[in-house]
């Protein structure tokens, strides 16, 4: 059986298994690449909904308003998801912001120290040899 493992932000660790009968390495060796489609259903379309209908009684409309009632919590919490990350990205632009115009600060100072240091030193230079 072969095991594929990964780490995803809602799930804490995910293994997914699938048997080696299924991929006999026959079938595909030397005749080019394996694709393996998933359908990876998650939030509203990975829950089943017929035995909640089941376990809590629903039927019909209730059973829809349900369904929206779970949709519209689950757009909620994505707004608020996207809303937190927004607040994370602009305070690290604004960091970053900063940080780009203190180097630039930085670098005009010292272009100014060199050539400040290139003139005095050249002045010196032709003062020694009696240019000037």
């Not at 509203?44 to 949709?71: M, N, P, Y």
Request: hydrophobic share 45%; charged share 25%; with cysteine.
């Amino acid at each position: 059986m072969s095991s594929f493992w990964g780490i995803m932000p809602s799930f804490p660790m995910l293994r997914i298994s699938i048997p080696s009968q299924l991929f006999p390495p026959s079938h595909y060796a030397g005749h080019g690449d394996l694709t393996v489609n998933i359908d990876w259903k998650t939030g509203i379309a990975a829950k089943d909904w017929e035995s909640v209908a089941r376990k809590e009684k629903l039927e019909g409309v209730e059973l829809e308003l349900a369904k929206l009632e779970e949709a519209v919590e689950a757009i909620h919490d994505n707004l608020l998801y996207l809303k937190d990350r927004e607040a994370e990205m602009r305070t690290l632009s604004e960091e970053t912001n900063a940080q780009v115009a203190w180097f630039s600060i930085m670098s005009l100072g010292i272009c100014i120290l060199v050539s400040t240091a290139q003139l005095l030193h050249l002045k010196r230079y032709f003062q020694k040899k009696k240019l000037i």
